[in-house]
Each structure stands twice: as structure tokens, then as C-alpha cells.
């Protein structure tokens, strides 16, 4: 497996110093988040270059850019055609990067209070932006999230058996199951198959109430429930069972680094980075 740090993580410091504390914590790649400071669909061809050289120089690979645009599925037709546009701009930035992956956002709501009119925008949508990546040999990733469509592998295969093309795939992200309370272990993983493109990584607590730092509110199938981001090993999602299964199925491919605890970025993710080396440590033994 490769790791990469999540640029959001640092979206306090420019792109330049998150790529420079990225390669101090020793990853192998930085997958950067598209929203300001770091990169937009408006930034100039210049300043991607000048990314990509810094990126080079520091042996940091980019695989993936983690998109926001999207939205398709409760989007007006001038808001969809809006953020496909943004997309198509992205994939000239991705392919100068050489991201091999971007990721889109599908749209609401809870994959268990949305109609099938929702699916089919979303794969209408999709498809469009699938069809645009290929020529580029570009991969589209969805994150398995709560308040989306795609909040649990069976509502992510619901989305995916929709689409016509095979370039669209799902991030798993165990964080943002244990939040909807579906599984996240090794059933996850054989239930997504090939279509188990890239793999998120963070931690999270239900907690009584929200509104010390690190909290939030969400909507679940429980209703209103308070969560807290936590590090590895200090919330509830037990990652154990999905790395199991990344090594039983052989799984080569990347492992993006996301905590958003309440702890300064660069502690968090050498935390969490620690963490699961000990943990592959000890399953090699």
C-alpha cells in the first residue's frame, strides 16, 4: 500500500508547505483537496506546474484530487451543467499533475430518504463526467459518505449499476460509514470488488452532545446524532477488519491519510500514520 496525506488537512498552510510536511511525515504522495488555497478549477496552468515540480522534487506523488463539485442529484439543470463544467476544467489540472483519479460529489440526500430520481440525475450526471475522464485515462471516485447517496455499498452499487461507463468507482472510507452505522469491514470490501478504487482513512466518536472542537451534527437513519473527530485508535471505528481485508484481496494501491481531530494537523496525521504501520507491523508477524 502507498500513503498519502490529504491537503485539507492543512488547508491553513499553502500548498507548497503541506506538500513540505508531507514528505516530512514520510508519506508517499499528497492527495490534494480542490478548494482554495491549494488548487481550483480557475487555477492557472502556471501554478499547477509549478506544483507538480515541487511535487517531483520532494518525490511526493499527486493520485488523486479530491474534487468538490458535484451535487447532481438535488442540483437545478444550471447548477449541474455549472459544476461539470468545473469538472472539465479539473481534468486538464489532473492530467498535468498526474492524478489519476478525481472525485466528484454525487449529491443528496441520505441514500435511505432519496427516490429513484435522485439515482438516475446523479447517474445522468456522472455518466457526462465519466465520458470527459476517459479520453484522459482519468478515474472518477466516489466517497462513500453520509448525507449522500453513495453513504453505504449497497447504495454506492445502486449509483454505480446506473452508470454506463466503468471508469467511476468508490473511495471507502470507514470514518464516514461508522457514522452511518452500515459495515466497513471485510464484507465491505469483497461486497465492492472491482469497484474498490481508493481508500479514505480517519476515526470518529458518538458522543451526547456536540459543540466542543472536533464536533459535529449529522443526520443518520437514528436521526440527529453528535460525533466527534478522533484519531486512530481513540473513536470507535475499528479499522483492523478493512485492513485485514486490503491485505487478504492484495491491495496495492493507495491509502489517503484524513484526520480532522482536534489536534494539530502535522500530530494528527504522523499519529495516524504510526498507527497503521504498527498495526500492519503486527499483522505481518
Known amino acids: 500500500m502507498k500513503f498519502a496525506a490529504f ?10 508547505e503541506a506538500m ?4 516530512r511525515l514520510g508519506m508517499d504522495g499528497i492527495e490534494i483537496a480542490v478548494r482554495e488555497p491549494h488548487l481550483s478549477p480557475a487555477t ?13 522534487s520532494l518525490g511526493l506523488e499527486i493520485p488523486a484530487l479530491a474534487g468538490y463539485m458535484g451535487g447532481f442529484s438535488t442540483a437545478s ?31 443528496g440526500p441520505n441514500a435511505f430518504l432519496a427516490h429513484d430520481y435522485h439515482f438516475a ?21 466516489l466517497e462513500i459518505h453520509n448525507l449522500s447517496l453513495v453513504e453505504t455499498v ?5 449509483l454505480l449499476g446506473l452508470l454506463k461507463h466503468d471508469n467511476v468507482g468508490m473511495i471507502h472510507d470507514a470514518g464516514n460509514m461508522y457514522i452511518t452505522d452500515t459495515d466497513y ?38 436521526g440527529e446524532e453528535s460525533f466527534l473527530q478522533s ?20 491491495y496495492k494501491d493507495w491509502v489517503t491519510l484524513e484526520c480532522h481531530a482536534p489536534f494539530p494537523a502535522y500530530e494528527r496525521l504522523e499519529h495516524d500514520l504510526r498507527f497503521i504501520k504498527n498495526m500492519l507491523g503486527r499483522m505481518s508477524r
Open 44 to 56: 492557472s496552468l502556471p501554478r499547477v506546474k509549478e506544483m507538480k515540480t515541487l511535487a517531483d
Open 154 to 158: 449497497d447504495s454506492s452499487l445502486r
Open 185 to 222: 469491514g471485510r464484507d465491505s470490501v469483497d461486497k465492492l470488488g472491482k469497484h474498490l478504487f481508493h481508500v479514505h482513512v480517519k476515526d470518529e466518536r458518538r458522543i451526547e452532545k456536540a459543540g466542543e472542537p472536533g464536533t459535529f451534527v449529522n443526520l443518520t437513519h437514528r
Open 231 to 250: 484519531r486512530l485508535g481513540e473513536g470507535e471505528a475499528d479499522h483492523q477488519p478493512l485492513f485485514d481485508a486490503l491485505l487478504d484481496k492484495g
Open 121 to 141: 440525475k446523479a447517474a445522468h450526471w456522472l455518466d457526462k463526467c465519466a465520458a470527459e475522464a476517459e479520453a484522459l485515462g482519468i478515474r472518477i471516485v
Open 7 to 16: 491537503s485539507g488537512v492543512f488547508i491553513d498552510h499553502s500548498i507548497q
Open 20 to 23: 513540505q510536511l508531507t514528505k
Open 77 to 107: 439543470d444550471i447548477e449541474a451543467e455549472k459544476a461539470f463544467d468545473d469538472f472539465k476544467r479539473m481534468l486538464p489540472i489532473a492530467d498535468e499533475l498526474g492524478a489519476s483519479m478525481i472525485r466528484v460529489m454525487p449529491g
